[in-house]
């Protein structure tokens, strides 16, 4: 009797554990801006860092390059919030600050 029943509860599990692994695989690909959060801090200990004479505080760069006002949260390269820190494209890995600033900032447009 249950035969049938039970085949059909089986089939239905496998329907709902498919739907599972789908969601599943949905939810994983979605926090990419919360990774991005977490990368490790860019330090001037970097020899990229150092070479292009990053400072994780505009305000105190010596570079006679840096104009004031300027820092990595208007820079073109920078994809993170006004404060805190986020990635920018010339230190792949890394997360810069909002404040910091570098010799290759290019100011963003528009
Ligand atoms: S390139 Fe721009 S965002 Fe990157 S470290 Fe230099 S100033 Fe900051």
Redesign the pocket.
């Known amino acids: 009797m249950s035969n049938e029943k039970e085949i059909e509860s089986r089939r239905r599990f496998l329907k709902v554990a498919a739907g599972t692994t789908v969601a599943a695989v949905v939810m994983g690909g979605l926090p990419r801006f919360a990774r991005a959060a977490a990368l490790p801090p ?1 330090t001037d200990a970097d020899p990229t860092a150092k070479a ?1 004479d ?1 400072v994780p505080d505009a305000s105190k760069s010596t570079n006679p390059k840096h104009k004031p006002g ?3 949260s208007n ?4 994809s993170g919030g006004k404060t805190g820190s986020g990635p ?4 792949p890995g890394k997360s ?1 600050e909002a404040k ?7 100011p963003k447009q528009g």
Do not use: I, P, T
């Open positions: 860019l292009l990053y300027d820092d990595c820079c073109m390269f920078y920018c494209q010339l230190f810069v910091g600033w570098c010799v290759s900032h290019s």
